[in-house]
């Protein structure tokens, strides 16, 4: 099966990303985290198990991995132009990663159905184990080559 492909990243251009997804976004679904940083960012967040995401860093000294509440996930911001990617937890040499959909090139409908999500009752190791059945294995993250001139 050729898998879909979601192409987006930050204003700027400094963190760019391909998510391929094993089935649509219908099926897979929008969520709203309802903690305070998802709000405040507007995030619509999608993830796939059976996907793969590729993460491309032109400048490493713009990223900013924010670490809130149980610290088991980094918030993937751009410090050049503020725009909030996705979440990235790492476990050994595996991660997975949750993106917001806002961040796509080609965003979904702001009218498209989202489900509200409230993650307040869970403790550190069940968010870890969420996280893993449900969010997107990383298959690359790397920052860009230099360009020689």
Wanted: with cysteine; hydrophobic share 35%; charged share 25%.
């Amino acid at each position: 099966m050729t898998p879909l492909k979601f192409e987006g990243g930050c204003h700027c251009g400094n963190l760019t990303y391909v998510f391929e997804a094993s089935s649509p976004l219908d099926r897979l679904g929008l969520r709203a985290c309802q903690c305070r940083f998802c709000r405040e960012h507007g995030a619509r967040n999608t993830s796939d198990p059976q996907g793969r995401m590729h993460i491309q860093v032109r400048d490493l000294e713009n990223l900013r991995r924010y670490r809130f509440g149980l610290k088991t996930a980094d918030y993937l911001v751009c410090a050049e132009c503020g725009v909030y990617i996705g979440a990235q937890m790492a476990d050994g040499d595996s991660s997975w990663m949750t993106v917001n959909v806002n961040t796509f090139n080609e965003p979904p409908a702001l009218s498209h159905p989202i489900v509200r999500m409230n993650f307040d009752g869970e403790d550190a190791q069940a968010r870890r184990n969420r996280r893993k059945a449900r969010w997107t294995p990383v298959a690359v993250f790397q920052q860009e080559a230099a360009k020689v001139a």
